[in-house]
């Protein structure tokens, strides 16, 4: 569980985002950089921004949820953007994997990625509470 912290003397977030949160009793699970891959390695929606910011979003999705964790677990993420503007008009889509409180959120744009055809990529830090906390491959 996750503490949003909005201050008023600091400029509000201005989309699904959250200035800081505060970080409760869990197993901390740091996700490596997610891309727009589908399970064989393929790249699902070569050059188009909205397929590929939902695909990476549901890795993460899915990535928690095999350790027994949600999107609202996520308390961090930094995006890896080749076209800003492009992210920028993605934002509906992250408003349905993200609800209040959102994540601390850190974007930049960078020239590319290791794949000439991906433009996104996202890490993630999430917190998932011990009760619902399992390792992939045991029995807890």
């Known amino acids: 569980m996750v503490d949003a912290v909005n201050l008023p ?27 727009s891959l589908d399970r064989e390695g393929r790249v699902v929606g070569p050059n188009d921004m909205r397929v590929q ?19 609202t677990d996520v308390i961090s993420l ?10 920028m008009a993605a934002g509906d889509i992250r408003s349905e994997f993200f ?16 794949r000439l055809e991906l433009m996104i990529e996202i890490t993630a830090i999430a917190e998932i509470a011990r009760s619902r906390f399992r390792r992939p491959g045991s029995d807890n």
């Open 53 to 71: 910011v939902r695909k990476v979003l549901e890795n993460i999705r899915d990535v928690m949820a095999a350790m027994g964790g949600q999107m």
């Open 99 to 114: 609800d209040a409180p959102y994540p601390v959120t850190t974007t930049v744009q960078v020239e590319r990625l290791y």
């Open 9 to 35: 003397d600091v400029w509000s977030p201005f989309g699904a985002f959250s200035m800081a949160v505060i970080q409760g009793d869990g197993h901390v699970v740091h996700l490596k950089g997610q891309v």
């Open 78 to 87: 930094v995006h890896y953007a080749t076209d800003i503007d492009a992210f």
